[in-house]
């Protein structure tokens, strides 16, 4: 998605991966005893529910660092800015955040709209974003560093872990934009493939409530699973109308990618019990690393805030930023990027290490199902970190989606 929108700046240089176009000169400040990094998520519209957690997580991972020195000895400023749930206003705001704030780093988004309208601005300006959430692969920019899974790290173990259930046929459902019209792309072509028959695939725009025509077609459809690539607010009138209809976990399960158990407060956990759900990161993982992260992050917030897979990204990439920094001994972006590979981080989800050609990380793939008391367990697990790959280059069915 090209915005158009002007790089402005008091000189500039030539973009090494912009094909020759001209990039603003960085005005990052590093002389004093602080540096600014950027947070920018939707604080409000559709995509709150869910990015207000990711939020409050980049707060604590940026507390502890503080608390512990810094980067480099220098404490992190925090500015912050709400995307609004609008791809225009993230694309403004990142623009912002760089030329005005001059901010080292931005974290946050999260819809792959999102993401699209702010990655022209971060190459552009030769900036570096942290995407902190699962998205439907098929890129990769040396501007942004993705830190939730790629579509071999969440769609296609989804996907495997399915057919082993029995599996024949499945209906799409998800919201109309780019992750999920892409997503269904490749389950499409992963259907075709494993002899998996696709009986429906309905789109409901960003922030629709009214979902009793669509779970009437799933209903009537008599699919063995649904593939549900809905998000924000939406999944709330989703679940809830299937459950009307009288549709469970057992009779057809609903897998889910975008749902976390921030969100399973909000759809209510009557409606949704028992649904499976593809993620690298649970609360409920027991290792001393997320128990600590979990307390934390409680502590901090409420005993009645949950953690989740985007969060736990977002908490992480900040962390990965600051091994970056120091591993380059510099704040400047070619020379962080230049550090980036091989870059480790004994994350809550486990260890994650940065591919530094294609800004992704490695990340185990989880597939969970939610309990009645709204958390999710493991219910099958990849066993270790999985490589990503963004093009999908390693599954011969996938040739051409790239295109």
């Keep these: 998605m090209s915005l158009g929108l002007g790089v402005a700046g008091c000189g ?12 603003a000169a960085s005005c990052v400040d590093t002389s004093g005893d602080s540096v600014k990094i950027g947070f920018l998520n939707s604080r409000s519209g559709t995509m709150a529910i869910s990015e207000n ?57 999260w819809t792959s709209s999102s993401r699209k309208a702010m990655l022209p601005v971060f190459e552009s300006n030769d900036a570096l974003l942290f995407y902190p959430v699962q998205y439907e692969g098929l890129e990769s920019s040396k501007n942004i560093f993705y830190t939730g899974a790629t579509t071999n790290q969440q769609i296609i173990p989804a996907l495997d872990y399915l057919k082993e259930k029995g599996a024949k046929s499945l209906f799409l459902v998800g919201s109309d934009y780019v992750f999920p019209q892409t997503a269904n792309k490749i389950i499409k072509a992963y259907a075709a493939a494993n002899g998996i028959e696709i009986k429906g695939e309905e789109y409901a725009p960003l922030g629709h409530t009214d979902f009793s025509t669509i779970t009437a077609k799933v209903r009537d459809a008599d699919a063995d699973a649904v ?21 469970t976990a057992a009779t057809m399960p609903v897998l889910s990618v975008s749902i976390a158990e921030e969100e399973v407060g909000g759809i209510g956990v ?37 953690t989740s897979d985007p969060m736990e990204a977002a908490y992480t990439s900040l962390y990965l ?16 990027q230049a550090a980036a590979g091989g870059v480790s981080f004994d994350a809550p ?11 992704h990380i490695a990340k185990t793939a989880l597939i969970g199902k939610i309990g009645p008391d709204g958390l999710i367990y493991t219910d ?16 011969p069915w996938a040739s051409g989606l790239a295109g």
């Design 380 to 395: 099958w697990t990849s066993g270790k970190p999985i490589e990503p790959d963004p093009y999908l280059k390693s599954y």
């Design 53 to 109: 957690t990711v939020y409050n997580s980049l707060a604590m991972a940026a507390d502890e660092i503080n608390a512990a020195g810094g980067v480099m000895g220098k404490k992190l400023e925090i500015v912050a800015e709400d995307g609004a749930s609008e791809p225009t206003i993230f694309a403004e705001k990142a623009t912002k955040l760089i030329q005005s704030d001059c901010v080292a780093a931005v974290f946050g988004g």
């Design 321 to 336: 930023w600051k091994a970056m920094v120091e591993k380059a001994k510099s704040f400047a972006v070619p020379d962080v």
């Design 270 to 306: 009557d409606n949704i019990v028992g649904q499976p759900v593809a993620w690298n990161y649970y609360q409920t993982i027991d290792t001393p690393v997320n128990k600590k992260f979990v307390a934390d992050f409680t502590a901090k917030y409420g005993p009645d805030k949950v």
């Design 12 to 23: 500039a240089r030539v973009d090494d991966a912009g094909g020759g176009g001209q990039a």
């Design 349 to 359: 989800e486990g260890t994650v290490t940065v591919n530094g050609e294609n800004h």
């Design 227 to 247: 593939f549900n690539t809905l998000n924000g607010d939406s999944n709330v009138a989703f679940f809830k109308e299937y459950k009307n209809l009288g549709l």
